[in-house]
């Protein structure tokens, strides 16, 4: 009897199934229509049947194998697996495919396997599975597993049960993120309300235990991961540390999750598996104040924030910064010491998507590593990389205090005060209307802006923005841009980032050479013929024969991005001759950002004493701490 490769996914999924699983779970976990999903069933009865197998049917619940037990459950995954590697077409192929499929092979297996019967699996030569396993050796160092070979009996994985676990895991995990099935694994858990996930979640909700939608998919990943090592009698034997932090409240939740496990495989858990449930908890829970303080944790805090403005003058004023980068650095080092992690589908993304967010957070990764001894995981790095990109473009403090004037009479400027404050609720109070002719009267300390439907030419103490006598999007855009660049929602120097700063170059290269050797450093695929053809087509502005401003007219990325180059000597630049060169990389709708660091540079270009001080010893902290006083 040969299996299909849906067959086989099926089967699976009723075996690490503790209860019964609907058409639609089983649809979206392999990618397959509800419809075809019964269709398929009635094979897969018949090839349970045939092994002597029951497979119940309930239109309310979904399908379940009847009267499961541990050693029944063993021996239908070793049938499973049989058929698995003999099913036409699964044998892998590419060096990662062999690579993960031999270490999947050598940690599920409880014995020694010799290279030869992999050799024979795969098709290959026994040099390119001795290749392969030299490859993956390397890779099993960071989950703290290493490959034994024993003459005349083969290979198997050394390390505890804990840690064999986790490559499973991050295989899953990665699967569900590179075959778009994630999110559709995610919604899984809400359909049957009777499901093992819907009662973990009511479990977690009585515990107080708030997790992230990818750390709830990391934990249930985790938990199947568990159910199926167990069902195949890999248990953990050793004692964990459970004395490094309070796991009071976790250890409860997880006496009664294994609980409602055991209700439905009808097997009890071990001590040793129900405090890995609760480090599992804790690991991948949401960090929440309370009176565990941990020195070190504080220490690691405080020297981060110190290092940062060091290195890129971003200081972070807001009272709630510091006491959540503390949980965070917190959630982190527990995660360190337990050697877990907390997985997500961004990795990759937001070092290029958040460039100066996420020098930030390697920042803070050092920092961790120089207490710990321990590196921090891609996914760590990630999430620290959100949370700072969160406090430098999205953090609004309170609402500014607002004069309106109005041209039109006090009821037109009623409808723009309703307006606008309904488009800018939680930022903007419009305290008073008043005309034109009565500005000269007006105490303008009591506010932090004038917005006026007339241009005002008099030099006033506060800003002031111009709006249409009819309100349109572009007026909002306005506003929105002085919030965020005069108010410090997204400030100046949050703009540069001292990778994409260089100085003291000579001009034996090109500008285009230089700005491509910075941007090439996150952005890999970008190539030097496209910043020289960028560059040629840009506006050029020249500042007094000290700085120009190259504004692209097509950004290089998503992300606003400006480039600082300080040279040795000045170089010629169209007409005119600068030392510093600015290339300025930003949408469309950053003009007035454009507008305001123009104006900025016009002030700088004319200080000579400041920029002396920057060409004798040039740095970045000098150049922003130049553009900030």
């Known amino acids: ?296 944790i504080k220490k690691i805090t405080d020297d981060s924030i110190t290092s940062i403005y060091r290195q890129t003058m971003l200081s972070f004023p807001d009272k709630s910064f510091k006491k959540e980068l503390y949980l965070n650095i917190k959630s982190a080092v527990i995660r360190l010491f337990y050697n877990e992690k907390l997985r997500t589908p961004l990795f990759n993304e937001v070092p290029i998507a958040y460039p100066l967010a996420y020098e930030c957070a390697q920042i803070v990764s050092q920092h961790i590593f120089g207490f710990t001894d321990k590196y921090v995981s891609s996914s760590e790095l990630a999430f620290l990389t959100m949370f700072f990109h969160t406090y430098m473009h999205h953090k609004i403090g309170n609402k500014h205090e607002v004069l309106l004037v109005c041209s039109l009479g006090y009821s037109v400027g009623s409808m723009y005060k309703s307006q606008i404050e309904n488009k800018f609720a939680s930022q903007i109070h419009i305290t008073d209307i008043c005309s034109y002719y009565q500005l000269n009267h007006v105490n303008l300390k009591k506010y932090d802006f004038i917005i006026s439907d007339l241009p005002i030419h008099q030099d006033l ?61 996150v952005y890999t695929d970008i190539k030097l013929m496209e910043i020289e053809h960028a560059i040629n087509q840009s506006a050029k502005y020249n500042y007094n024969d000290e700085i120009s401003l190259f504004r692209l007219s097509k950004p290089i990325s998503n992300n606003n991005l400006v480039s600082v180059l300080i040279y040795k000597e000045p170089i010629p630049v169209d007409n005119h001759y600068a030392r510093i060169i600015i290339l300025f990389s930003c949408n469309e709708k950053s003009r007035l950002l454009f507008d305001i660091l123009a104006d900025l540079l016009n002030a700088v270009s004319v200080d000579d004493t400041a920029l002396d001080s920057l060409y004798q010893k040039p740095s970045y902290q000098k150049f922003i701490r130049l553009l900030i006083t």
């Open 1 to 296: 009897m040969q299996l299909s490769k849906d067959e086989i996914q099926i089967m699976k999924l009723l075996i690490s199934a503790p209860d019964y699983i609907s058409s639609y779970e089983i649809g979206t976990s392999i990618g397959m229509k509800r419809r075809l999903v019964r269709e398929k069933m009635k094979s897969v009865k018949g090839i349970l049947k045939h092994y002597g197998y029951d497979l119940i049917s309930k239109t309310s619940k979904g399908y379940l194998i009847d009267e499961k037990s541990m050693d029944s459950l063993n021996n239908l995954h070793q049938i499973i697996s049989k058929h698995e590697l003999n099913r036409e077409g699964f044998i892998p192929v590419t060096p990662k495919e062999r690579q993960n499929y031999i270490l999947k092979r050598i940690i599920e297996a409880d014995h020694y396997i010799k290279i030869d019967e992999i050799a024979d699996e795969l098709l290959i030569s026994r040099s390119s599975v001795s290749r392969d396993i030299r490859s993956a050796k390397s890779f099993l160092l960071k989950y703290q597993l290493n490959i034994e070979k024993r003459p005349n009996y083969g290979i198997r994985i050394i390390g505890s049960e804990v840690n064999k676990r986790k490559p499973i895991c991050d295989f899953l995990f990665d699967n569900l993120r590179s075959s778009d099935m994630y999110y559709d694994f995610l919604e899984s858990t809400l359909i049957p309300e009777k499901s093992l996930e819907n009662g973990i979640i009511h479990l977690l909700s009585k515990y107080r235990i708030e997790m992230t939608d990818i750390a709830l998919c990391d934990f249930l990943i985790g938990l199947s991961v568990m159910i199926t090592r167990v069902a195949n009698h890999n248990l953990i034997t050793q004692d964990q540390d459970m004395s490094f932090v309070c796991l009071n409240t976790e250890l409860s939740c997880a006496h009664e999750i294994a609980s409602l496990i055991a209700s439905k495989i009808h097997f009890e858990f071990p001590i040793q598996e129900i405090n890995q449930i609760a480090i599992q908890l804790k690991c991948k829970r949401i960090g929440i104040a309370d009176d565990d303080h941990i020195p070190i």
């Open 461 to 521: 103490s506060i800003p002031c923005i111009k709006i249409s006598h009819v309100l349109n999007e572009d007026d909002y855009n306005t506003i929105s841009s002085y919030l965020n660049y005069l108010f410090n929602k997204v400030r100046i120097d949050m703009l540069f980032h001292d990778k994409f700063y260089l100085d003291n170059i000579s001009a034996n290269k090109t500008s285009a050479f230089y700005f491509y050797k910075i941007f090439s450093q």
